[in-house]
């Protein structure tokens, strides 16, 4: 009943009843038993093609198959699988992209923030600022390292880190802070950076949702997100904007001290072979992942542009809306839509989301629960209150958001929202 549901709204429905019809008519069997057989089958494999999805990765693959495939088989037969000359080419042309000076890839975004860290020299006990709302990952690494995590609270609008809870965080302990540019959108890196320099902070931006996007100095300068803080991290999560077809990750700064001694971590702390100067990890991205990213930078902007297009049709329906609050564009920032992330208003959350999905619609919710209330931090004994961050858990939902959405399925989903707030 849900597809059908959501089959009902293309037009291939009445072509089909059309052509069906005149197949029938001209082919062998003229019995309406054949005739809704056949249209039947059609009907599954029009479906099947429309299904909608959070990220369709496999319609994404198609358009890109006739540069993957050879170069994956370039590859095989040369088996130049690790540190191989693609992963040099993609640190290069990364490097070029956004503007930095090192770029260096490691084996997953988390790896990235983890390495990032061990690089700064932190001792046990140090205090990291960090946001509550985010993907467990950036707040992980930090407790991982013996470091501990200081939860502040998000700006209401953005969802990304309130640069005005910073100060109350400050302790003689802290360190560093991790902003998220969290759904694909910046953090206020100019106050960020600001307060840090004052306080002699590092600062560590999770860029793993928004890679590509620009930050917009009040000057009207840009910059891209992860090259302005001392060190930016991203992840290549065959989901995000740019993805592999696995793990991978990245690192990059514009401090060549950082640089060396990132690169050295990442590499079993080895400054020269056989020789370790530090304990490092194993961190690497691989040849294949790397050529497979190459192919999928040189698309970033144009997938970029089409997520932006699908927001703005999302926007513009959802724009009066009471019940609905649609993403706000920060003056600041480029969004680059990793997720299109609804607020609800005097709305069921979690039934909106149940409803969606019996319409054939998948949303997800990003977050549930926020890091500052998550047992692995229990021993911190953490005591803040986040109204703003916890009430965002109750509130947001994430829409079918990705480079291949069609016209015809945000029509649906709109109007299958529409229809679930009535
Ligand atoms: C904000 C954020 N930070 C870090 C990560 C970790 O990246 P990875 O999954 O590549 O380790 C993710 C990935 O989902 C993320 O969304």
Aim: charged share 20%; glycine share 6%; with cysteine.
């Amino acid at each position: 009943m849900q597809k059908y549901e959501q089959f009902l709204c293309f037009k291939e429905y009445y072509f089909g009843i059309v052509f069906f019809y005149l197949f029938n008519s001209f082919t062998c069997s003229k019995s309406p038993l054949s005739f809704l057989v056949n249209y039947l089958y059609l009907c599954l494999l029009i479906v099947g093609m429309k299904k909608i999805q959070m990220v369709d990765l496999v319609s994404q693959y198609e358009k890109i198959k006739p540069t993957v495939l050879p170069l994956i088989e370039d590859i095989m037969s040369k088996a130049q699988f690790i540190n191989g000359p693609e992963v040099a080419a993609f640190k290069n042309e990364l490097q070029e992209y956004l503007d930095v000076k090192h770029v260096i890839p490691c084996a997953n975004g988390t790896d990235a923030l983890q390495i990032s860290l061990m690089s700064l020299g932190l001792k046990p006990g140090d205090e990291v600022i960090t946001p509550s709302f985010t993907y467990i990952a950036t707040t992980e690494v930090i407790a991982l390292l013996g470091l501990r995590p200081v939860f502040v609270e998000v700006d209401p609008n953005t969802f990304c880190i309130d640069p005005k809870s910073l100060s109350a965080a400050l302790t003689s302990k802290t360190k560093a802070i991790v902003p998220v540019h969290l759904y694909g959108q910046s953090a206020n890196m100019e106050a960020v950076m600001s307060f840090a320099k004052a306080n002699n902070l590092y600062v560590v931006e999770d860029n793993a949702q928004a890679i590509g996007s620009d930050y917009i100095f009040s000057s009207g300068e840009k910059q891209k997100t992860g090259t302005i803080g001392d060190i930016g991290c991203t992840s290549f999560f065959p989901s995000k904007n740019l993805g592999c077809f696995g793990d991978g990750g990245a690192i990059c700064t514009n401090n060549d001290a950082l640089a060396e001694k990132i690169k050295m971590i990442a590499n079993h702390g080895q400054s020269k072979k056989y020789h370790h100067d530090v304990v490092g990890c194993n961190s690497r991205l691989d040849n294949l992942q790397a050529g497979i990213l190459r192919i999928k930078l040189r698309k970033l902007d144009a997938y970029i542009q089409a997520r932006q297009k699908a927001a703005g049709m999302y926007d513009a329906a959802f724009l009066e809306n009471k019940q609905i609050t649609i993403p706000f564009r920060s003056s600041n920032s480029t969004h680059v839509f990793h997720q299109y992330t609804l607020k609800l208003n005097g709305v069921n959350r979690d039934e909106v989301h149940e409803k969606l999905a019996s319409k054939g619609i998948p949303s997800m919710i990003y977050y549930p629960i926020p890091a500052h209330k998550q047992k692995m931090f229990d021993h911190f004994k953490i005591d803040c209150s986040l109204p703003v961050t916890d009430s965002l858990t109750t509130q947001v939902l994430s829409l079918p958001m990705h480079t291949e959405l069609e016209e015809e399925q945000i029509n649906f989903i709109i109007e299958s929202i529409l229809d679930c707030l009535n």
